[in-house]
């Protein structure tokens, strides 16, 4: 969705010398103009400047050319020029208002503004452009004043005027007052590009309000999966392991609990939420594992950034005994850029208590392990769509002497939505990890280069119920053999949310 609507005024000429003869060069340039051929026009143009650089006609022609082409950094010397010599053409007060506004010089623009409130220049278009200058400037009431007189004043601007009232009651987060002035955007012309984007707004917001009514949030999830190395077999023969069975299918469960508070400024957001996993083996029972995670995340907003500070705790059990206990701590900053970008730096520190006894103290996990890293998102489709590029440095200091590493991972994703009900997930990323320490057994210092890829599908049959089928496979290469594997999951279930 955009945030803002360009609006663009080209209005005839009224101020300069209609008997005066033209110089063939401009002629030919503002007869290029007229027939849009901007680019075209442009050098001729130029030309004409160069001829007669004391026209104002010249020099406004030229700067309505270099604003179609959205060169307003050109554009504005040239408007400038066209209102301050003789004779002073009115009617590029108008555009050097708006190129001054795209351009994002709001003081000067508000100068010139002042200026043509007092001779009366438009009236109309220059109560909308004061009213866009002071959305820009964050003074939202004063702006719906101003875009309203623009309505009252000129009643074919009550569409442009509608929408950009919407946006000042969106960005002072009157969420009803913004919505009453997009469906009045809808109501007066359907079918233009504003209204589609007024749609997208009330749409949205229609999203937000039945969130905020619904605080609780449950989703249930129940897969078949089939996996063709649950044991983790080594790739080569060689290497002593003898597993006569490390394929088996299972049935995979899991609940996703949450609760979502935010503050009425919107300056503050708590989630709560519990989440479960449940792997039952069909034949390898010793591999059963349930993973129960809750999660608290304090989030602070401001108009284009979130900061949170998720906090995670993870209990494992496998084969119905306390496996893996898992503290987390993280600081995750957000920051919007433009309508579809966002960019991400994260930091986090966990413990891993590994609840077995090692088979000796070398092959002891225990530990500290802390990370930060980098993420960016392009969004699409409405922002159904994206695409997430995603960096981590990862720091494990282990009790054992086998188990200590520096890790680096890369890894993309993106979700492609097709149509309303369906959409696909791919999935890509190496792991890097470089052991810190000569292991007791091998007398080498071990290095893991993992591969992972996965790609899914989902299918809305129902109203949040969900079709979908999965494909992971992980390939891992060790310079020590017994570490070297291959695996493949596949699956297929149901997921439903409440």
């Not at 590029?92 to 043509?116: F, G, V």
């Not at 009330?202 to 039945?210: H, Q």
């Not at 009514?213 to 249930?220: D, I």
């Not at 890790?407 to 097709?418: D, F, I, M, R, S």
Request: proline share 4%.
């Amino acid at each position: 969705m955009l945030a803002a609507c360009l609006f663009f005024f080209s209005f005839p000429i009224t101020s300069f010398p209609e008997n005066e003869p033209l110089n063939p060069t401009l002629e030919r340039g503002i007869g290029l103009y007229k027939h849009e051929n901007f680019d075209e026009a442009l050098p001729v143009l130029e030309q004409a400047r160069q001829e007669e650089p004391d026209s104002t006609l010249a020099a406004y022609y030229l700067g309505l050319d270099y604003k179609q082409l959205q060169n307003y950094r050109l554009a504005i010397p040239n408007l400038r020029e066209a209102v301050t010599k003789t004779p002073k053409i009115k009617g590029a007060l108008i555009e050097l208002i708006d190129c001054l506004y795209q351009y994002n010089e709001l003081e000067e623009a508000k100068k010139w503004i002042a200026e043509a409130e007092q001779e009366g220049i438009r009236p109309a278009q220059i109560a909308f452009l004061k009213g866009l200058i002071l959305v820009k400037e964050g003074k939202h009431t004063d702006a719906v004043a101003s875009l309203e007189n623009a309505k009252a004043l000129d009643h074919s601007m009550e569409q442009a005027a509608d929408y950009q009232i919407g946006i000042a009651h969106l960005k002072s987060k009157d969420y009803g007052d913004a919505r009453k002035a997009f469906a009045g955007v809808v109501e007066s012309e359907g079918s233009s590009p504003l209204a589609k984007f007024a749609t997208e707004y009330m749409e949205a917001l229609d999203r937000r309000e039945e969130s905020a009514s619904k605080p609780w949030h449950f989703s249930f999830g129940t897969f078949r999966e089939y996996d063709d190395n649950v044991v983790l077999k080594p790739d080569s023969d060689t290497v002593g392991v003898n597993i006569a069975d490390d394929a088996d299918w299972r049935t995979v469960t899991t609940t996703n609990t949450q609760y979502a508070f935010r503050s009425k400024d919107e300056q503050f957001g708590l989630n709560v939420g519990h989440l479960l996993y449940y792997a039952k083996q069909d034949d390898l029972g010793f591999y059963d594992t349930l993973s129960n995670t809750a999660v608290v995340q304090p989030s602070f907003y401001s108009e284009n950034a979130v900061l949170s500070f998720p906090v995670t705790y993870t209990h494992t059990l496998v084969n119905d005994r306390s496996y893996l206990s898992t503290p987390t701590v993280s600081a995750v900053y957000n920051r919007a850029f433009g309508e579809n970008q966002l960019g991400q730096v994260f930091a986090k520190y966990s413990y891993k208590n590994f609840l077995w006894t090692p088979s000796t103290p070398d092959e002891d996990r225990d530990g500290n392990g802390a990370g930060g890293g980098l993420g960016w998102y392009t969004f699409f489709s409405k922002r159904k769509g994206f695409v997430n590029l995603r960096y981590a440095l990862d720091q494990q200091w282990t009790e054992g002497n086998n188990w200590e590493y520096l890790g680096h991972q890369v890894n993309a994703l993106a979700q492609v939505p097709c149509g309303d009900k369906l959409k696909f997930n791919f999935y890509g990323g190496a792991f890097f990890q470089g052991f810190s320490n000569t292991h007791t057994v091998f007398g080498v210092e071990r290095a893991d280069d993992v591969y992972t890829g996965s790609t899914s599908v989902a299918y809305e049959f129902f109203k949040d119920w969900e079709f979908q089928l999965q494909y992971t496979h992980i390939a891992t290469n060790s310079n020590i053999e017994i570490y070297e594997y291959d695996r493949n999951v596949y699956g297929a279930g149901v997921e439903v949310k409440f």
